[in-house]
């Protein structure tokens, strides 16, 4: 366990960690970023950050509402391998210091590990920055010399009946111990020295707020120790047989104790002791307490003395009738009624007299008289028994007695008479209450506690009054009992106990304190209370616990408030962003929660503006929907008590509107809209028709000059080839045949030499006549074109060039010879700029239209280079010319081009 600087608990469990704020767990798995879902421990380091040791050697902590894994946690996995990761410490240069069974060392924060080997059956143990890292090796019950900080000391373990691979460290009122099974080392400068001995293998050291050392055992519970002399340690008896692993007690004092078997146990501060020897569970009618004892009637009919601890002093049964009230007169006789008589005993429950009225209520007055109250009857006894005065009442059930008045309620309203029974006006107000208690508060005030109203402190004198209840200044409103102990009042309320000082509330400013179940009690629901020094007695209908009275001399803790996220329609956002909404963003649910381990029964209001009235919310969270424009000032408080109030959160909330949110505007802004849109469609038309006319002029001419260019290109290729062919290459013929000739008679010794160079000669000037015009495209067609060409390139180059075709050739040579010298252009720049090794070629003729797709695995082009080379333009013109599409991509991995052309019907 450990409490955080925040104050949040965390809980280390085998299936994640908890954070808990009071109300709320919040857990955090592998989902959430943990490294493993065993945590054995938990830190916190210098920057606020909490770390968690895990079983897997791994390690991770929280920071900025997220789990983070560390960085070098492959290091550190390596480091316990094979092991266990015992110690962890962060220390304030963010290094790592760790212990294992084979080493204790530290990661820094670059990654460089730093490290020193345990030896066997040696103890490590290191201080850093006041927290003990501790390693070993070996069995525990062999250690036979202990390392402290680098320095060896020989130990001699005499107990080794109780010894397991635990070891816990604790610094102790300026000392520093070790234990090692069930003995309890502290480590001198020159020695380390056996200095306690407990009574089973010691799992659990820790001190405490008070500077008491707490030891947790192995199945034998824990024990408080103010030094180790103490003979009479304090336990907590329910721990007895628990194995307690850790014990914290934390900013609020109270104590939380995990255990291996049970979970985890909660004490607050003070010390709450419960009733264990009570067995009986028949509901508890009334409760009378005087002078250190107390007496309770019970519907069963049982009557029992206790004294200031609760033990039984005296009891007895009376068979068949429940006990409906009981009075100590002056004479010290017990006053007992029954629903069907009154009994008078003595101090030892021993019957002396019996009345035979049923007194429901009873209390006596400073003359030594008893005033009861019986059905519809108000009843005054002397001491004896004996009826003094008789008078009738028919709307009461209560009787309480001062000095001057004599008070009557219960079912409905309030009577107040003189001694002498005469009746005193008082407000119509107090004539409709359900009635439960009435408490003199000095000889001014009294307190009237009613059922559904809360509680009135009531001037006598002139019966004004300061009203308390849920709606205003208090938190519940149904008021069991009420008690005055030493200056301070206690309440027993459907909530739990609520205790202030009565001087503070009489000037109408109480600091209550309160006492719930969620921090001791067994119910919220307070039935009696009653008075018995040094405790206050809490009773629930079949039980009872004693509280210290003394409790309310301290200042009460308050509970933190912190906000958990803001949503702006349902998306995460900050609080920040509140000032500064759309009119749209006007769905907001701020939410939020508060610290406190004693009281989570906190009231909470809020607001949008100081001239808006107090919302009050029951929920961590508020939301507001569809929220209309506007400048807003959101607050948000919470209480305890219902009469102070804390401030939470203050914050602009501004929502811009819409500018035109007037119906007029809109309408003349929508009808100005729609001329300017209609004056501005007719002329974007007509200046898109202009537009596009003159596009369609200047297409059409580039078309033109594009086509005679290219139309030229070719004619005057076709007739440089035809002068190759007739000229050159015939006079070449000629040469070669007359060499020849001419080699044969000579014997001229280079005539291979000669005759090899014009013969590659005239296959140059073939291949130059042959792609100048492609004699093979008019004879064969373009794909049977394409194909030759390509095992030309393929035999000159070492590339792999694939040509395959689909349908039936339509041969149509205008638009086969641009489509053949797009082909070998594309082949030429895979060869010249891509690197090409595999190109790939098919065609697809359909009716309508010819596709070309064209592949290559080279290093690909800058597809924003486009139009600056590599013969593109040329490849986009003719597709252009012939009224075709052109689509390209390129990557690493070479540049793919889809060629589509529409081709001439009816032709073949």
Request: net charge neutral; with cysteine; aromatic share 12%.
């Amino acid at each position: 366990m450990h409490q955080d600087r925040a104050g949040f608990f965390w809980f280390a469990t085998d299936n994640g960690v908890v954070r808990y704020d009071g109300n709320q767990m919040e857990t955090f798995q592998v989902g959430e970023g943990l490294t493993d879902p065993v945590v054995f421990g938990i830190v916190e380091d210098q920057k606020g950050r909490i770390w968690f040791r895990t079983f897997s050697g791994k390690i991770s902590f929280y920071n900025n509402k997220k789990i983070h894994p560390y960085q070098y946690n492959d290091t550190l996995s390596q480091l316990t391998k094979n092991s266990y990761l015992f110690s962890l410490h962060i220390d304030s240069l963010n290094d790592v210091w760790f212990s294992t069974n084979f080493a204790l060392g530290k990661i820094d924060s670059k990654g460089n590990i730093q490290k020193v080997d345990i030896a066997h059956h040696e103890l490590s143990l290191k201080k850093i920055e006041g927290q003990f890292i501790v390693g070993y090796l070996g069995s525990v019950g062999l250690v036979d010399r202990v390392k402290v900080n680098e320095k060896l000391f020989p130990i001699l373990l005499n107990d080794k009946t109780h010894i397991r691979p635990i070891n816990c460290t604790v610094s102790w009122k300026g000392e520093d111990y070790f234990s090692i099974g069930a003995t309890i080392f502290k480590i001198g400068k020159e020695s380390i020295t056996p200095v306690f001995n407990g009574k089973e293998q010691i799992i659990c050291l820790s001190k405490d707020l008070d500077d008491h050392l707490w030891i947790g055992y192995i199945q034998h519970g824990a024990e408080r120790y103010q030094n180790f002399g103490d003979t009479r340690p304090f336990k907590f008896n329910f721990l007895d047989s628990k194995s307690v692993t850790s014990i914290l007690q934390d900013s609020q004092k109270g104590y939380w104790l995990s255990t291996l078997e049970d979970g985890v146990y909660y004490v607050p501060e003070f010390k709450l002791l419960l009733n264990e020897n009570d067995t009986n569970h028949t509901k508890i009618k009334v409760v009378f307490y005087h002078e250190g004892q107390t007496f309770i009637g019970d519907d069963s009919g049982l009557v029992r003395v206790l004294d200031s601890f609760g033990k039984i002093l005296e009891q007895k049964k009376f068979d068949g009738h429940s006990i409906l009230s009981i009075f100590l007169d002056t004479q010290q006789n017990i006053w007992i009624s029954t629903n069907f008589e009154t009994y008078i005993l003595d101090n030892r429950l021993n019957i002396k007299k019996v009345v035979p009225i049923s007194l429901s209520s009873m209390t006596g007055d400073n003359e030594g008289f008893i005033w009861g109250k019986s059905g519809f009857y108000t009843v005054k006894f002397n001491s004896k028994g004996e009826t003094i005065f008789k008078s009738i009442n028919e709307s009461s059930r209560f009787i309480y007695s001062t000095e001057d008045y004599i008070y009557l309620f219960g079912r409905l309203g309030l009577n107040v008479y003189t001694r002498s029974f005469d009746k005193i006006k008082i407000p119509q107000s107090f004539e409709s209450l359900k009635i439960s208690k009435i408490v003199e508060l000095n000889s001014t005030f009294l307190l009237i506690a009613t059922l559904g109203s809360g509680f009135y402190i009531v001037n006598k004198n002139d019966w004004s009054f300061h009203h308390y209840y849920s709606k205003q200044n208090f938190i519940a409103d149904n008021i069991y009992s009420a008690i005055v102990v030493d200056s301070t009042l206690w309440l027993g309320t459907e909530k739990g106990v609520a205790a202030t000082k009565v001087q503070p509330l009489l000037l109408n400013s109480p600091l209550f304190q309160f006492y719930t179940k969620g921090n001791g009690l067994a119910s919220n629901r307070i039935a009696h209370l009653s008075y018995s020094k040094p405790n206050v007695w809490v009773f629930y209908d079949d039980s009872f616990s004693l509280l210290p009275a003394s409790l309310t001399n301290q200042k009460p803790n308050l509970a933190t408030f912190y906000l958990k996220d803001v949503l702006i329609n349902n998306q995460l956002d900050s609080l920040e962003n509140l000032d500064k909404l759309k009119f749209d963003q006007n769905n907001i649910q701020i939410n939020f929660g508060f610290i406190d381990m004693r009281n989570q029964n906190i009231l909470i209001r809020y607001r949008l503006s100081q001239l808006n009235s107090w919302n009050y919310a029951t929920e961590r969270n508020i939301k507001f929907f569809s929220l209309s424009p506007g400048n807003y000032s959101f607050e948000l408080e919470y209480s305890t008590d219902n009469f102070h109030w804390i401030s939470a959160l203050k914050h602009p909330l501004i929502i811009s509107p819409q500018w035109w949110m007037n119906w007029r505007i809109q309408l003349a802004i929508l009808i100005m809209l729609s001329l300017l849109g209609f004056l501005y469609y007719r002329r974007r038309i007509r200046l898109l028709r202009e537009k596009q006319d003159l596009l369609k002029i200047i297409n059409e001419q580039q078309q033109q000059l594009i086509r005679a260019e290219l139309e030229t290109l070719e004619s005057e290729r076709g007739r440089i080839a035809k002068d190759l062919h007739d000229s050159i290459g015939t006079n070449l013929a000629a040469i070669k045949l007359f060499l020849n000739s001419f080699f044969k008679k000579s014997n001229e010794p280079n005539a291979q030499i000669i005759e090899a160079t014009l013969q590659e000669t005239i296959q140059g000037t073939k291949d130059i006549i042959a792609n100048l015009a492609p004699a093979d495209l008019e004879r064969f067609g373009l794909v049977e074109a394409i194909k030759i060409y390509a095992q030309r390139i393929k035999d000159q180059f070492e590339i792999n060039i694939e040509v395959d075709s689909l349908g039936v050739e339509a041969k149509q040579p205008e638009i086969s010879i641009h489509l053949f010298r797009i082909v070998q252009e594309l082949i030429s720049n895979s060869l010249k700029y891509a690197s090409a090794k595999k190109i790939s070629i098919s065609t697809n003729f359909t009716s309508s239209s010819l596709k070309i797709h064209y592949d290559d695995n080279g290093v690909g082009f800058n597809v924003n280079s486009i139009a600056k080379g590599n013969g593109l333009l040329n490849i986009q013109s003719r597709v252009q010319i012939l009224e075709g599409t052109i689509k390209f991509e390129s990557s690493n991995s070479g540049v793919s081009y889809q060629i589509d052309v529409p081709l001439k019907i009816n032709q073949s």
